[in-house]
């Protein structure tokens, strides 16, 4: 029973590029939530997305970032025109539907030089 | 006040000792709390789930009082593989993003 699988695990971009991240739910999760980890700092909340659907995005920045999850394939993170503040650990949980325990994916750790 | 507060650490215990860390959170209307573990650049792991009643997993128990509106977790006879950061998370409904403290760090020491 794979668990939550994210990738890459480290991916490096340089400034202005844009950097993909995935994330592929647990077997019967249909709920996603993505999650950045700034050095030194907690969790914060970015997007919790649904199959085809984003419920809740208050945690996105307004701009260069999106989220999808597709009917098929993983939920995607999309940062454009990365800049060095970007650089975190990017972390995807995912939830069974109609129940509220979160699994955590081993994340994305993207550094923007 | 933020969300969800944590006393960062560290707390620095011996083998063998017992440890208690506390959370406390503002949005009285939370339903769901839980403890993770997250390991120095690993993700966080699910340690315990706290309903209403508390629970207890082995040397660990959580507790969550409303009134005050805070959560516990202690762990008692500490193991040098303990050691790692605690986090407390609050939802205030199912399926909905969990609000994390910042962490609070234990080292166990031989």
């Known amino acids: 029973n794979a668990g939550v699988m994210q990738n890459p695990r480290h991916l490096v971009r340089r400034r202005g590029q844009e950097a993909r991240l995935r994330c592929s739910p647990m077997k019967g999760h249909s709920h996603v939530y993505w999650y950045r980890q700034l050095p030194e700092e907690g969790l914060k909340f970015m997007v919790y997305?649904?199959?085809?659907?984003?419920?809740?995005e208050s945690g996105m920045p307004k701009e260069r970032f999106s989220a999808e999850f597709p009917k098929e394939g993983p939920s995607i993170l999309r940062i454009q025109q990365v800049v060095r503040g970007d650089s975190a650990a990017y972390f995807c949980a995912s939830s069974p539907a109609q129940t509220d325990t979160q699994y955590f994916g081993p994340g994305t750790r993207l550094t923007v030089l | 006040r933020k969300e969800v507060e944590q006393d960062p650490g560290p707390f620095n215990v011996p083998e063998g000792a017992t440890v208690a860390f506390n959370c406390t959170y503002s949005?009285?209307?939370?339903?769901?709390f839980f403890w993770y573990r997250q390991d120095c650049r690993k993700e966080p792991k699910l340690l315990m789930s706290?309903?209403?009643s508390g629970n207890e997993d082995g040397r660990f128990t959580a507790q969550l009082n409303r009134a005050s509106q805070y959560i516990s977790l202690l762990i008692r006879d500490s193991k040098l593989s303990d050691s790692a950061t605690y986090l407390c998370?609050?939802?205030?409904?199912?399926?909905?993003?969990?609000?994390f403290g910042k962490g609070t760090r234990l080292s166990v020491i031989a």
């Open positions: 706290v309903y209403s």
């Open positions: 949005n009285s209307a939370s339903q769901s």
């Open positions: 998370a609050v939802e205030s409904s199912g399926n909905t993003p969990l609000v």
């Open positions: 997305l649904q199959k085809e659907n984003i419920i809740d």
